[in-house]
């Protein structure tokens, strides 16, 4: 089959991808190849009852199929170069803003009109949080929420469907650069394309690897986020979440001068399991439709590790450290904050009689067996600093999961078209190590889909 262009991987990025390819050349011959399933055949086994935890799918439906690893995500699309990647150092600063605005109209105009759009700009949070030496990122988030952001990608999908071929359940093997373009091998046969844009994620970063060593293109890597999903009573962090709903709060260690912040924040939300590669770690997500909320807040706090030469398996780093939490725990681990500050394990006693009622069924346990010192303390000293402005935070029954783990693909050596050294071959979103979130990754798609476009005007 001979495409003129082959995506990938239709997570956001590749999504993007084809939505303005389709939309400004319509006569285009576009493949979109994806391992997991459509959308309305994504189903996680895990019910809370028969199955409790992760029983390793061959794909799975929560990071893998139509929608990418944010199809069941909270749909918080950040609009901002402070975090969620690094496409600013790629396509200048104003262009990357207005690529992530461009996504928005997008969303907006396919069912998520009417979702609100936060602001941290010249807020009182803000003057608090520097009064205690915490400092807010400044970002637009439009939340979407779980059950909207589903429909947009639905209402996307079925747009795009009568223009584009998808092969879902094909999982690409091989990437060959032939005369005139791509052939991927997949385990449904072989497709050439003129220009190939790679947009597998994090579930696709081994592969990706894979594929850089095959083609001979630069990498390089050094970045894992390690830390925890905190869990609490929304009455403790509403005067941030209904003002802002996400904050990205950084604070800075007195003890080793460590980053910690607040990441991927979720007023009335759930805590869900998280599968990369086989290993269980723990993510959240909330609905927009208020009849589907809890009564508990969650975010993660993260601890960043830059590694230096010679080491060079920073995900390899993290990855051991799950597996240590799955191998305790046999999947995700909670503890409550009074029993890790006293040196002691939770158990289903002590989480049966917390205040806080857990929304994932976890396994009790001690993460100071799991989590190096350095991370635990850093993590401790946060919960303390937060407690200043979020009184309640450093509550004994305040809940801990581990561990949460935010593996960076290694960076893949690409240009200002976010094009490799060999011509006709992008990498894009989450698995080029250029973005991680699903502002960045969408724009980056769009981005990628006009410079095709430019080269054929
Ligand atoms: C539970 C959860 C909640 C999240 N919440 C948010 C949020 O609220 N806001 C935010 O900004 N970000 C969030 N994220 C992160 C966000 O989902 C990602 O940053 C974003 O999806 C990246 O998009 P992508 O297109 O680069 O990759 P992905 O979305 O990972 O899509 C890649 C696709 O490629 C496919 N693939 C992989 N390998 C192959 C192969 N060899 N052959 C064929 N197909 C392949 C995968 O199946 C997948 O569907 C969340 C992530 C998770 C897991």
Redesign the pocket.
């Known amino acids: 089959m001979k495409y003129d262009v082959l995506i ?7 999504i993007f991808t084809a939505y303005e390819l389709c939309q400004k050349e319509p006569s285009l011959k576009i493949a979109v ?4 399933n459509p959308l309305d055949k994504r189903k996680c086994p895990i019910d809370g009852k028969k199955v409790k935890s992760c029983i390793g799918c061959k ?1 799975c439906a ?4 139509f929608g ?3 199809a ?7 609009i901002t170069n402070q975090f ?1 990647g690094t496409l600013y150092e790629y396509v200048g600063r104003d262009e990357a803003l207005s690529l992530m605005r461009y996504v928005d109209e997008i969303n907006l105009s396919h069912g998520g009109k009417g979702t609100k759009l936060y602001s941290t700009a010249n807020t009182a949070i803000k003057k608090k949080c520097f009064e205690n030496d915490l400092h807010l990122l400044d970002a637009q988030v439009r939340h979407l929420g779980t059950d909207i952001n589903y429909i947009v990608l639905e209402n996307l999908y079925n747009e795009l469907k009568d223009q584009v071929d998808f092969h879902f359940r ?3 093997q091989t990437v060959e650069k032939t005369a005139d373009g791509y052939r991927l091998t997949t385990d449904r046969g072989e497709f050439q394309g003129d220009i190939c844009v790679i ?6 970063s081994k ?1 990706m690897e894979s594929v850089c060593t095959a083609l001979d293109i630069p990498t390089r890597s050094n970045r894992v986020d390690i830390g925890v999903r905190v869990e609490l009573p929304a009455a403790v962090f509403s005067h941030l979440t209904d003002e802002l709903y996400e904050s990205k709060i950084v604070y800075r260690t007195k003890q080793f001068e460590d980053l910690v912040r607040t990441f ?1 924040m979720n007023p009335h939300g759930v805590v ?1 399991n ?1 599968n990369t590669n086989g290993i269980v770690t723990v ?1 959240g ?1 909330s609905y927009e439709d208020p009849a589907l909320h809890t009564e508990n807040t969650n975010f993660a706090l993260l601890v960043s590790k830059h590694f230096s030469e010679p080491f060079r398996d920073s995900n390899g780093y993290g990855e051991s450290i799950a597996r240590l939490s799955n191998m305790l725990g046999g999947g995700v681990m909670v503890q409550r904050f009074g029993d890790l500050i006293r040196g002691r394990r939770s158990n289903r006693q002590r989480i049966a009689e917390s205040y806080v009622v857990p929304t994932l069924a976890a396994q009790p346990g001690d993460l100071s067996l799991v989590m190096p010192k350095r991370i635990l303390d850093g993590i401790i000293e946060m919960i303390y600093a937060l407690d200043k402005i979020a009184p309640g935070t450093a509550n004994d029954d305040t809940l801990l999961y581990g561990v949460e783990v935010k593996f960076y693909n290694m960076e893949v050596e690409i240009d200002s078209n976010l094009r490799t050294k060999h011509e006709g071959l992008y990498v894009i ?3 080029s190590g250029v ?5 960045h ?1 969408s724009a980056s798609g769009v981005h990628v889909a006009r410079h095709i476009l430019s080269l054929n005007a």
Do not use: Q
Not at 72 to 78: I, M, P, R
Not at 199 to 204: E, H
Not at 435 to 439: M, N
């Open positions: 990938v991987g239709a997570g956001p990025g590749g190849l994806e391992c997991g794909t929560i990071m893998n199929g990418g690893a944010g069941f995500s909270d749909g918080k699309y950040n969620g094909t999982e690409v947009s597998v994620g994090r579930s696709g592969w991927c869900v998280e993510n997500h979103g989450d698995c973005t991680h979130s699903l502002s990754a």
